[in-house]
C-alpha cells in the first residue's frame, strides 16, 4: 500500500512536471497553459455526457430487473476520469481520456466487474479496511454476537383501533417471561371525555 502512494504523490507529479516543461520548451509556455485548460473543459463536458449515458443504461437495466453491475463500475471509471482531466498535465488527461473513452471503457470496466464477482465468491465478499472476518461494527456485528431475531428479553405486543372507528380499544400484553402476561381490557369512550 506504502509503494501505491509513493507512486501517486511522487512519481505522477514528477511525471507530469517533466512532461509539461518538454511540451512548453517545444510549443510554448501560454500555448502549453491553453492546452491544459481546453483539455480539462472538453475532458469535464465529455464526463458529463458519458455519465448521463451511463445512467440512462442503468435505468433501463433496473427498469428489465437486470443488476447494471458493469454499469456501476464504468460510473467509478468515469469519476475517475473526471478527476484526472481536471489534475493539470497531460499524463492524466491520457489516463482520463482512456477511461473517458467508451471503447476502452467498456472492457476495462468488465474485466473489473468480472475480478470483482470473483473476488465476492472466493472470499465472501469485500472487507476492505475492517481486518479478516471482522466487519464495520467490530468483531461481533452491530447485534454483539447475538441473533436479532432471537426473543431472549422482553416482549411486547399490542393492537390498536384507530379514534374515529366506532370504540376506543385497547390490548397490551407484556411478556416479561414466559409466565407473566398482563392483559389491558378495552377503555370505556365515556372515559376519553375527561
Same mark, same amino acid.
Given at each position: 500500500m506504502f509503494f501505491i502512494l509513493l507512486l501517486i504523490f511522487v512519481l505522477i507529479p514528477v511525471v507530469e512536471l517533466n512532461v509539461l516543461i518538454e511540451v512548453a520548451s517545444a510549443i510554448g509556455s501560454w500555448t502549453t497553459v491553453g492546452l491544459v485548460l481546453f483539455t480539462a473543459v472538453v475532458g469535464v463536458s465529455l464526463v458529463r455526457s458519458q455519465g448521463l449515458s451511463t445512467l440512462m443504461t442503468v435505468q433501463q437495466k433496473l427498469a428489465r430487473g437486470e443488476a447494471p453491475g458493469q454499469e456501476i463500475v464504468e460510473g467509478m471509471m468515469l469519476a475517475a476520469a473526471g478527476v484526472l482531466l481536471?489534475?493539470?498535465?497531460?499524463?492524466?488527461?491520457?489516463?482520463?481520456?482512456?477511461?473517458?473513452t467508451?471503447?476502452?471503457?467498456?472492457?476495462?470496466?468488465?474485466?473489473?466487474?468480472?475480478?470483482?464477482?470473483?473476488?465476492?465468491?472466493?472470499?465472501? !465478499?469485500?472487507?476492505?479496511?475492517? !481486518?479478516? !472476518?471482522?466487519?464495520?461494527?467490530?468483531?461481533?456485528?452491530?447485534?454483539? !454476537?447475538?441473533?436479532?431475531?432471537?426473543?431472549?428479553?422482553?416482549?411486547?405486543?399490542?393492537?390498536?383501533e384507530r379514534k374515529d372507528e366506532q370504540s376506543r380499544s385497547h390490548h397490551i400484553e407484556q411478556n416479561k417471561s414466559d409466565n407473566d402476561i398482563i392483559d389491558v381490557e378495552p377503555l370505556d369512550p365515556k372515559d376519553d371525555k375527561k
Amino acid at each position: 500500500m506504502f509503494f501505491i502512494l509513493l507512486l501517486i504523490f511522487v512519481l505522477i507529479p514528477v511525471v507530469e512536471l517533466n512532461v509539461l516543461i518538454e511540451v512548453a520548451s517545444a510549443i510554448g509556455s501560454w500555448t502549453t497553459v491553453g492546452l491544459v485548460l481546453f483539455t480539462a473543459v472538453v475532458g469535464v463536458s465529455l464526463v458529463r455526457s458519458q455519465g448521463l449515458s451511463t445512467l440512462m443504461t442503468v435505468q433501463q437495466k433496473l427498469a428489465r430487473g437486470e443488476a447494471p453491475g458493469q454499469e456501476i463500475v464504468e460510473g467509478m471509471m468515469l469519476a475517475a476520469a473526471g478527476v484526472l482531466l481536471l489534475i493539470p498535465g497531460f499524463v492524466t488527461d491520457f489516463i482520463g481520456l482512456i477511461l473517458l473513452t467508451p471503447f476502452t471503457r467498456a472492457p476495462i470496466a468488465k474485466f473489473l466487474y468480472k475480478r470483482m464477482q470473483l473476488r465476492m465468491v472466493t472470499h465472501g !465478499g469485500f472487507k476492505a479496511g475492517f !481486518g479478516p !472476518g471482522q466487519g464495520p461494527f467490530g468483531q461481533s456485528g452491530p447485534f454483539g !454476537g447475538q441473533n436479532p431475531f432471537e426473543q431472549n428479553g422482553n416482549t411486547f405486543d399490542g393492537d390498536f383501533e384507530r379514534k374515529d372507528e366506532q370504540s376506543r380499544s385497547h390490548h397490551i400484553e407484556q411478556n416479561k417471561s414466559d409466565n407473566d402476561i398482563i392483559d389491558v381490557e378495552p377503555l370505556d369512550p365515556k372515559d376519553d371525555k375527561k
